[in-house]
């Protein structure tokens, strides 16, 4: 029996892990294309955002129109994630490296854990410190 019920617990962890990893898979690769619509898909209904200097709460459509208008003026080429983390608040956080054709931007997004899935309750695009 409990063995059992220790198999079934691992495999809960082993789904979680991997819904959070597909998740970040997703947002990595519509920042790298610039796809927005795929972006937003993966947001809260109400996601922090910071676009450069320009920061608040927007709903999936603003944001996903901010996010185009960046996309157009930084059309993206590749983006790499450089570190990920888990906050005190059990939210997963990844910080990566947007290159784009006018320059190099620092993004930070924190993954949520909802009913079943993970969804991005913050996205930041910084202007990075030191273009490579």
Do not use: C, W
Not at 27 to 47: D, H, R, S, Y
Not at 95 to 123: A, H, P, S
Request: charged share 25%; no cysteine.
């Amino acid at each position: 029996m409990n063995r059992t019920l220790l198999l079934f617990a691992a495999l809960l962890i082993g789904l979680g892990l991997r819904a959070q990893d597909a998740v970040k898979d997703q947002v990595v690769q519509a920042m790298k294309t610039g796809n927005t619509k795929e972006l937003a898909a993966q947001f809260i209904p109400n996601i922090d955002l910071t676009v450069k200097d320009a920061s608040d709460i927007y709903s999936r459509t603003q944001a996903e129109q901010i996010l185009r208008k960046f996309f157009n003026e930084h059309p993206p080429v590749d983006m790499v994630i450089e570190h990920k983390g888990e906050s005190k608040f059990g939210d997963k956080y990844y910080i990566g490296i947007l290159r784009t054709r006018t320059g190099y931007f620092r993004v930070t997004f924190f993954l949520k854990r909802t009913e079943e899935t993970f969804q991005v309750k913050q996205l930041r695009i910084e202007n990075s410190k030191n273009d490579l």
